[in-house]
């Protein structure tokens, strides 16, 4: 009997790398592909485990999987940095660098 390559194990693979690449975009887009790859990786694992002689490519799922985890926890912590910043500086004074500048300077009492 031949091994068939498990359903999207690349995929999710390519999904947990780029949920840690793009966690500094503002957070949104790493959250998004980590958990699409963390719910992909279940469905795969699910397949794996009824038949696990029938398919390769699991060591794919388990590293992306690991990954989407990290993307995740990166992203989460990035979106909340940057809503703790809005929050405390305002959208207007993040968008102005030297008014940023002193802002922090204010907040630190230089």
């Not at 790493?30 to 719910?39: D, H, P, Q, S």
């Amino acid at each position: 009997m031949e091994q068939q390559k498990l359903p999207n194990s690349t995929l999710i693979l390519v999904f947990g790398i780029f949920s840690i690449i793009t966690c500094c975009c503002y957070g949104i887009i790493g959250l998004i592909l980590g958990i699409v790859a963390i719910v992909l990786a279940k469905k795969a694992t699910q397949i794996h485990m009824e038949n696990p002689d029938t398919y390769t490519g699991y060591q794919n799922v388990k590293t992306g999987k690991i990954l989407a985890i990290i993307g995740i926890c990166l992203s989460a912590l990035y979106l909340l940095f940057v809503i703790w910043s809005i929050s405390t500086f305002g959208w207007e004074t993040m968008q102005d660098q030297e008014l940023m500048q002193e802002k922090i300077q204010e907040m630190f009492g230089q």
